[in-house]
């Protein structure tokens, strides 16, 4: 049995008379707690009131600015994705070595957690619930961006830098597949930073792939 929450229903009001700035400010504080609660509990475990109880507020008010918890999670999910292709297009092109584009995409992977961790988490853990249309827009993007990823590394292989066996492809998924587990983890302690973890994690990476000298 199927025993998953539905989608609740979209209510219609009039949205409250406020500026514009003020309602902007409001709906990125709306945005922010959807955030936290779908982190936190999942969409599917996750409820409008459980948004509108972290903001003080009344349920009903939360549709002047969301129409349905969907939309919430679709806008959640493209905040925790903006950004990460642009990013590693600008490290990708810079005049440097491969090795040092490496460390600059894992350091740009990781930056988001800094400010921006639970949109990032409720991304890669609850995109599957998106609409088709949605879930299109972001597999395009994480293509392109794996694309980018997987050029600086054949760029390294070409030119020696990187071992000649180093599988490109399969390199481009071990970086994204340990930089993803850093969401899952970081923050429930204050042990590690991002700054040391993304550099560890480009030593590592390196380690694996670098040329080694006779």
């Known amino acids: 049995m199927n025993t998953r929450r ?29 955030a936290k609660v779908f982190a936190q509990r999942g969409y599917y475990g996750a409820s409008t009131q459980d948004i509108a109880d972290i903001l003080g507020i009344k349920q009903a008010s939360l549709y002047y600015y969301f129409p349905s918890k969907e939309i919430a999670l679709e806008r959640v999910c493209m905040k925790g994705v903006e950004g990460f292709f642009e990013a590693a297009t600008e490290v990708a092109a810079q005049k440097t070595t491969a090795s040092q584009k490496i460390r600059g995409l894992v350091q740009a992977h990781l930056a988001p957690l800094l400010d921006r961790a639970d949109f990032v988490r409720t991304f890669l853990n609850e995109r599957h619930y998106l609409p088709p249309a949605s ?37 481009t998924l071990a970086m994204l597949g340990m930089c993803k587990s850093v969401a899952q983890w970081l ?15 480009a030593h590592i990476l390196l380690g694996g792939i670098s040329k080694r000298s006779d």
Not at 18 to 32: A, H, K, P, V
Not at 187 to 201: F, L
């Open 6 to 34: 539905k989608p609740e229903l979209r209510i219609v009001g009039t949205a409250p008379q406020t500026s514009g700035t003020n309602q902007r400010r409001r709906q990125s504080e709306i945005l922010d707690a959807a």
């Open 135 to 171: 879930r299109k827009k972001v597999g395009r993007l994480s293509r392109a961006y794996e694309k980018v990823i997987e050029k600086v590394l054949s760029e390294g292989v070409k030119s020696g830098e990187f071992r000649k066996d180093a599988d490109p492809r399969l390199m």
């Open 187 to 201: 923050g429930k302690d204050d042990v590690y930073q991002v700054p040391e973890v993304a550099e560890e994690y």
